[in-house]
């Protein structure tokens, strides 16, 4: 089955500053790759997604970036601010039937 | 959007006892759901796969008579920790796949006191 991998498990960085979180998968069948922030003590929430026939997408601070020959994707915060401070989790799925998550990344935006 | 609905956000419970936690789809089927426990800090552990009708399938570990898990309608599911104990206490979110994405509920904290 499909594996992923994400890096950092943490990441701290200075207000204003970028955050980059980094993930690999396995299945090249995959081609659906979803971003989720959880805030402490909530659920999950998508935040950007990205399918397998574009290799980047930007919504105002926040872009996703896809190699599939490479079979990793990545998250980019830029001018980080406090209140992106949480848990980040990527997923890949094959035609979304089946979803398989990262461990996770907590974010902490230092003020 | 598509919002999953998840009840009670917190409940406390003896020792013992049995709780219930519900996960509704407002304005979506859903014939799967996913059950999941996260520990302070870490990642989301799936838990099992509701499905309407039958039987969830659960995962490897994960104890089916304690855990008890219905799913007698296309828009809601519940999980009940039966029995529960101390170590039960963590924080559990339901999720679902509507139109193709994956949305979670707003997870309950359950501690066992």
């Known amino acids: 089955g499909e594996n992923v991998e994400q890096h950092p498990s943490t990441l701290s960085v200075q207000e204003g500053d970028s955050a980059v979180i980094k993930c690999t998968y396995s299945d090249s069948a995959s081609n659906y790759f979803p971003w989720y922030k959880q805030e402490l003590g909530k659920g999950p929430q998508l935040i950007i997604d990205?399918?397998?026939?574009?290799g980047e997408k930007k919504d105002q601070r926040i872009a996703v970036t896809l190699n599939k020959t490479a079979k990793h994707f990545s998250l980019h915060i830029t001018e980080t601010q406090p209140e992106d401070s949480a848990v980040y989790f990527c997923a890949a799925s094959i035609n979304s039937n089946q979803f398989y998550f990262g461990t996770g990344t907590s974010l902490t935006v230092i003020p | 959007g598509a919002v999953v609905s998840q009840h009670p956000s917190r409940v406390i419970c003896k020792s013992g006892t049995s709780v219930k936690i519900e996960c509704r789809s407002l304005?979506?089927?859903?014939?799967?759901m996913f059950w999941y426990r996260q520990f302070p800090k870490q990642s989301l552990m799936l838990m099992a796969t509701s499905n309407e009708g039958s039987k969830a399938t659960y995962e490897q570990g994960v104890e089916k008579d304690k855990f008890l898990i219905n799913h007698a309608s296309l828009t809601l599911s519940t999980l009940t920790v039966t029995s529960a104990h101390p170590e039960d206490s963590s924080f559990y979110i339901c999720?679902?796949?509507?139109?193709?994405?994956?949305?979670f509920g707003s997870g309950t904290r359950l501690t066992v006191v």
């Open positions: 990205i399918r397998s026939n574009v």
């Open positions: 304005d979506f089927q859903a014939t799967t």
């Open positions: 999720s679902a796949i509507p139109g193709g994405g994956y949305t």
